[in-house]
């Protein structure tokens, strides 16, 4: 990646690429952003195993454990089908990782004796996964496995289904830091949440984010630790360079129109507001492009006309996240709901009705597509943006009264994460409501004080029910949490 760039060059380079009609294979037939194929990204190993004997080591008096002089099966008993199982889990972990960023490496015979306990160890030392997948299915080999907890300081999901386990479950698996310790019936949601958040992780070490500030005089980098990734900065003046030689095309007009064939109502907007806005989406496409970046954050207030609404709206919607106002905690919470579940967020500020104890989310930069990429757009109306001239475009998105949503924020001085569920009650108007372009109303799950909750500045909604994923993902990767969920 380039890190010192001549102006000129940088100016005379990108309007050869939009000259060269480059940017005319960035936009579907519908307006969708589409980038080029995203940089490729290795999948995480996941080393995994089952855990019971087989039946006829039982049978014989073999099995490594008190009941053996017995010939005992103990808890799940001799009619809950280890092996059978075993596939059944197979087949799920199959389905479940097909698009995640993982390879599995489940050994296909299951592990019963202190010394298969040691050879996995010695795999897990001399070649150390990204993570462990334990599925434990006998309830006398649950001490068999702390060995391998003791030898691995990265996460580890451990499944124990529910009555392989007699009395209470082990105190260390429930309490033990960075596991996911499932304890249930055929729990695919949960199993699916572990995986997910290793694949996140996984997605997010390899990424780039790029932040485009006002605040800086030439290049400069950073490093968020956490996450293991790479974060690149350039001056405002690059991406308003960049804006200004780009030239309107005819893809981009058909952008414009569509863009405006969708909307409900339009309302106090001038053609010249389209096309600035596009021209803008033009310029966020190419200046990633240009870095590389899987994702990016602008100081966008003061931009004038050149402010990127529609382009964020769009690009989050398609899962390439975009940040508001240069807010790095606000930009990796995008990037972490796109790589964990999958779904566009809304940076937002903000504010609470404290009469009806409700969360009030509102800013200019909401997808239409709430529900995932390839589902369809939620109603909405155009406006200009509401805190300054000239008017430039921002979209008033119509949130799903009754649905659930998710309110999430990282913040990385801390190393916590903000996770706080509950039920759309609303997409109030403006007027009555103030705020800004799109406005969603929520009462949060079991809190008594909606200002108790409040994450700071520009935190996400998500449309859906997603708080556990980001709590597995906490537990995983020991970050503090606040929650509800």
Known sequence: MTHELNRRTFMTSSAALLASGLLARAYAADGSPLLAAPRNK????????????????????????????HAWFTWPGNQFEPEAQQAKFEQQLAEMTRDLTLALEVDATPIYTD??????????????????????????????????????????????????????????????????????????????RGLRAVHAKTRMAQSRLLRVSGQLEKEADDHIDFFDMPVHGVPAGYFNDLYDAT??????????????????????????????????????LEIMKKYDADAITIECLFLKH?????????????????GCENDLNASLTLM??????????????????TEENLYFASHCTCTTKLHGPDEKDAPY??????????????LDVNWPVGERITLGK??????????????????????PAGGCATRVLARMDNIDDICSIYPGPHPVVWCGDFARHMKTF???YQLEIRTNC
């Open 336 to 353: 972490l709901g796109a790589n964990l579940f999958g779904r566009g967020g809304f940076q937002h500020n903000p504010e609470f009705d």
């Open 306 to 322: 050149r402010k990127p609404c529609l382009s964020f709206s769009l690009n989050n919607g398609a899962l390439v996240p975009c």
């Open 410 to 431: 990282y913040h990385r001085d801390e190393n916590s994460l903000d996770a706080w569920c509950g039920d759309i009650v609303g997409a109030p108007a403006c007027p």
């Open 381 to 394: 109306n155009l406006r200009p943006f509401f805190h300054q001239l000239p008017k430039t475009l921002a």
């Open 247 to 284: 030239e309107i095309t005819p893809e981009m007009k058909r952008l414009a129109a569509s863009v405006r064939r969708r909307a409900k109502r339009i309302s106090d907007l001038e053609e010249k507001a389209f096309l600035d806005a596009v021209r803008a989406h033009a310029a966020v």
């Open 115 to 192: 010394a298969g306990i040691q050879a996995f160890i010695a795999d897990i030392t001399a070649n150390k996964p990204g993570a462990l997948l334990l599925f434990n299915f006998w309830n006398s080999f649950s001490a068999k496995i702390c060995p391998i907890l003791d030898a691995y300081d990265g996460p580890i999901i451990l499944y124990h289904p529910l009555g392989a386990n007699h009395q209470l479950p082990p105190e260390r698996f429930r309490t033990e830091k960075g596991m996911q310790y499932i304890h249930s019936i055929e729990h695919w949601d949960a199993l699916e």
């Open 42 to 69: 290795k999948p995480a190993r996941v080393r995994g195993a089952f855990f019971y004997p087989p039946k006829q080591v039982v049978l014989e008096g073999k099995c490594e454990d008190s009941w053996s002089k």
């Open 474 to 476: 906490a537990q995983l």
